[in-house]
């Protein structure tokens, strides 16, 4: 009878004739399930927001080819990006179940090209189950998955990454090529997935040449080209075509010229703030200003011991290995150091240093940390530098200490995801207002007024995405919506369409006809407001009672002419313009016709109660 020599938890846990290595990765796939289902519950239960809207509305505006694939959004050439949404978009209205199911498939098959990735440098190993878990169960990159727009960026640059380090590894380990043209095109995947895509070069280059590329420092770049020369010029010509295409399709999103980059402020917040507690199972809370989307909050106390836990460990790879612990500090500072870059003279001239508070500008670093995770302490596969294993030492307490620090990592990535995934599952203004909105047209056709929703759904910098005609977009044909027309109505905060009015600035004179105020028929009619209470955009109400249905001209000196159809009846006829004016001129364009109008109020238009 064989003895089962296997550690008591591990008996416990798997049947007897498992292999170590059938055990490690059922372990790694338990790990993969776990967030798959903690991912699931946080993402099916979110809907669309911010430039998730944009996506489907220019989904909707074009054909899929490759002018429309590789239209830039908002400084993102994003190929594969604009695949996936056209493809929501063409399934139904707001169809969040497709656009969730989306970003769960792209986590899934990022997960497991992680676990690939680990496997191929460190081999399979207990020790890999730690850099998976952080990718895993990180918060480093939940806003960017949360938030579907972001998603399907961050997650298809995930698989590239992993993927181009599985094959640039394999190859520089049996050069051929085979392992170049899948490297390749796994740097592809990645640059068809956002320009972020271009740090992989940069990363993929300092791990081949600082752990797998013998020799003096300065002679390593031109040895590894020699020996990797298939993998790294089609890499480069794909990074310098890249380059060229988004020149001549994409402008920067931040053109001032005057803002100053907060340098400090935004190392200290994207840095010290936000990747710094996302190690440890931070920032555990969240702002709420902006819902749903929340900003890192962290409490000081939880701040300093984080710093404290992340020095420890820097010190405890130190000790174990200090060689591969500077050099994946350097792998990582390169990551980091980009990234940094990136958001300081990008959107953080535009956010300020805030802008480091929010953790999707973080998500392209959480695949390089996992990474430089495992490569400073674990022993990388046929690399030239390796990390020192010193000898076990039999410490009783060790085993206590790592499961309760595991326990308080894992309390904190919990509270942190469900604090940060909450207001996602609530009405949120965007998701409340878009919904009232298809619920209110639906049972009540009317036109709507096309003045810009509130700020808190949609952002007014995205004009002219945040007029209720590109916001409802894809409803459909219940959506009709004017800048001139009768009776119009107008979406009040929630969503919910209402009367419309003018909050006016200055108004007519009542007209000289006993009875009529301003007769407009044979004789045209002349009205006048206060120049000084016309604002520069303005929205005007004109309230008229009509003999018959018909047309009447309206003249402002120095702009074109407008002509106003008009009811039968009691009416108000709603018109926005811009320029300063004072007088105008009713005249009846069609014959017999005749209009009484009571007065005219220039404005802001607004619902009514």
Not at 199 to 228: D, E, H, K
Not at 351 to 364: N, P, Q, T, Y
Not at 398 to 413: D, E, N, R, S, T
Not at 498 to 519: D, K, L, M, W
Request: proline fraction near 6%.
């Amino acid at each position: 009878m064989t003895t089962d020599s296997r550690p008591a938890a591990v008996r416990w846990i798997f049947p007897a004739g498992m292999t170590r290595q059938q055990e490690i990765l059922a372990s790694a796939w338990v790990l993969v399930g776990i967030q798959l289902v903690i991912r699931s519950w946080s993402v099916l239960r979110g809907w669309f927001y911010s430039d998730d809207f944009i996506f489907l509305e220019d989904a909707l505006d074009n054909r899929l080819g490759l002018d429309y694939l590789f239209t830039p959004h908002d400084s993102h050439l994003m190929p594969i990006g604009n695949a996936i949404t056209w493809g929501v978009a063409q399934s139904g209205t707001y169809n969040w179940l497709l656009a969730g199911a989306s970003i769960l498939v792209l986590q899934l098959v990022a997960a497991g090209c992680c676990l690939l990735m680990l496997r191929t440098v460190f081999g399979d190993r207990w020790a890999i189950l730690v850099p998976l878990a952080l990718y895993l169960f990180s918060t480093m990159d939940l806003d960017a998955v949360m938030w579907w727009a972001a998603a399907v960026n961050v997650l298809p640059l995930h698989i590239g990454f992993f993927l181009t380090v599985t094959f640039a590894v394999r190859h520089v380990r049996s050069p051929g090529l085979v392992t170049a043209a899948a490297g390749s095109g796994a740097y592809l995947i990645g640059l068809l997935a956002d320009p972020r895509g271009l740090q992989t070069s940069i990363a993929v280059g300092l791990v081949l040449v600082i752990f797998y590329t013998a020799g003096p420092l300065w002679r390593r770049p031109w040895r590894l080209l020699r020996r990797a020369w298939t993998l790294l010029v089609p890499i480069a010509v794909l990074s310098l075509a890249y380059v060229a295409a988004y020149a001549a399709t994409t402008t920067s999103p931040v053109a001032s010229e005057t803002a100053e980059a907060d340098s400090l402020g935004t190392a200290r917040t994207m840095l010290g703030t936000s990747w710094l507690t996302s190690l440890v199972g931070g920032p555990w809370r969240w702002t709420t200003d902006n819902p749903p989307m929340g900003s890192t909050d962290v409490p000081p106390v939880l701040h300093v011991a984080a710093a404290l836990a992340v020095l420890a460990m820097v010190v405890w790879a130190v000790r174990r290995s200090p060689r591969t612990t500077a050099a994946a500090a350097t792998v990582l500072a390169g990551q980091l150091v980009v990234s940094y870059l990136g958001l300081t003279f990008g959107r953080a001239l535009a956010l300020g240093a805030d802008a480091g508070l929010l953790m999707r500008f973080l998500g392209d670093s959480l695949p390089v940390t996992a990474l430089a995770l495992g490569l400073a302490v674990l022993r990388a596969d046929g690399a030239t530098l390796v990390a020192r294993e010193p000898a076990r030492r039999h410490r009783p307490w060790a085993g206590w200490a790592v499961g309760a620090g595991i326990v308080v990592l894992a309390v904190g990535c919990i509270v942190s995801t469900v604090s940060f995934v909450r207001p996602w599952h609530e009405p949120y203004p965007a998701r409340a207002f878009v919904e009232n909105a298809r619920a209110s047209l639906q049972r009540d056709p009317a036109v709507i007024a096309d003045v810009p929703v509130p700020d808190l759904v949609q952002s007014g910098l995205s004009f002219p995405n945040n007029l209720p005609s590109r916001l409802l977009q894809p409803i459909g044909s219940v959506l009709r919506t004017s800048t001139a027309g009768n009776d119009l109505r107008i979406l009040d905060d929630d969503g919910v369409h209402q009367q419309a009015a003018i909050r006016a600035t200055t108004n007519s004179e009542r007209g000289p006809s006993r009875g009529c105020g301003y007769r407009v028929g044979t004789k045209a009619a002349d009205v006048s407001v206060d120049r000084a209470g016309v604002p520069l955009f303005w929205w005007m109400s004109i309230s008229y009672l009509s003999s018959a249905d018909g047309e009447m001209t309206l003249e402002i000196p120095g702009q074109d002419s407008r002509t106003i159809s008009v009811q039968s009846g009691i009416h108000t006829f709603y018109l926005q313009g811009d320029e300063l004016f004072s007088d105008m001129t009713f005249s009846a364009a069609t014959p017999d016709l005749t209009v009484c109008v009571d007065q005219v109020s220039v404005g802001e238009i607004v619902p009514v109660g």
